[in-house]
């Protein structure tokens, strides 16, 4: 099989290349917007509830040269993420990669996590991220592609008090590693990074400081922007899949 790579497109997909990034209206997924509008490139914002953020997020990626359009879908609703595919290939035509920065977190002792905290966290972070990917993996077969998706830590030791949101991260490692695999054929590329602790609403209070950074060699955690160039790079590589990115001074 012959590989195409992001510079061998369609007359019909000619132009600057195109991103989905999921979770877009703030955090990581605001800041990854942003970071592929300053390299010329056409991102869907894709938003649940927040439009008026994912609006924010749109005018930042144009100021900073690229263009930009919202697309709302919940991660979890399998119809919401498939129009969601199709309103981008009606405006684009094309689709170069895609980032799953969308989640949730949800803190409790597994003896008291309600039965429908765990499936929200489970259905958002693992089953929202299958969703996108079989969506995302239409559109990039013809040409080829880049998927990261953002995982954490939590996946691979787990967490006392976080046992929804650590099990879900740690079902991310295996789903992209099988895409991986089933996708090379056609070039499709699939990669996790683990971007460390962030001050983003995910985060909240649980932000560790001071001797909670004990764990970290560098005894801070990682800048941004820095994640955010890591997650671009690993976007516009052809010759890496399958692989776990870890973005910080933890020791896995």
């Known amino acids: 099989m012959k590989r195409q ?25 605001r800041a990854v917007a942003r970071r592929f509008g300053e390299a010329g490139w056409r991102v869907a914002v894709q938003y649940c509830r927040r439009e008026p953020e994912a609006k924010r997020t749109a005018d930042l990626v144009k100021a900073a040269g690229g263009e930009a359009f919202i ?21 684009w ?23 429908d905290r765990w499936n929200t966290v489970i259905d958002t972070n693992l089953t929202g991220v299958f969703h996108c990917l079989r969506e995302a993996a239409k559109l990039l077969e013809k040409h080829g592609g880049n998927i990261v998706v953002v995982g954490s830590f939590a996946g691979f030791h787990g ?3 976080q046992a ?13 590693r099988s895409a991986a695999w ?11 990074v683990l971007p460390g ?20 060699a560098l005894g801070r955690t990682p800048d941004l922007d820095e994640v955010v160039g890591s997650i671009y790079r690993l976007a516009t ?16």
């Open 5 to 29: 790579g992001s510079q061998g497109r369609s007359p019909e997909s000619a132009g600057s290349p195109c991103l989905w990034v999921t979770g877009g209206s703030r955090g990581i997924g």
């Open 71 to 91: 697309v709302q879908a919940d991660v979890r609703d399998a119809g919401q993420v498939a129009k969601a595919a199709r309103s981008i290939e009606e405006r």
């Open 93 to 115: 035509h094309r689709l170069d990669a895609l980032i799953c920065c969308a989640g949730v977190a949800e803190d409790g002792l597994i003896v008291r996590t309600a039965l």
């Open 159 to 161: 967490a006392g008090g």
């Open 164 to 176: 929804a949101y650590s099990a879900s991260k740690a079902g991310l490692l295996a789903l992209a």
């Open 182 to 192: 089933e996708w090379g054929p056609n070039n499709i590329r699939v990669n996790v």
């Open 197 to 216: 602790w962030q001050r983003t609403d995910l985060a909240g209070q649980a932000m560790p400081e001071g001797p909670w950074l004990a764990d970290h």
């Open 237 to 252: 590589v052809e010759d890496t899949s399958g692989q776990v990115w870890n973005l910080d001074s933890r020791l896995l």
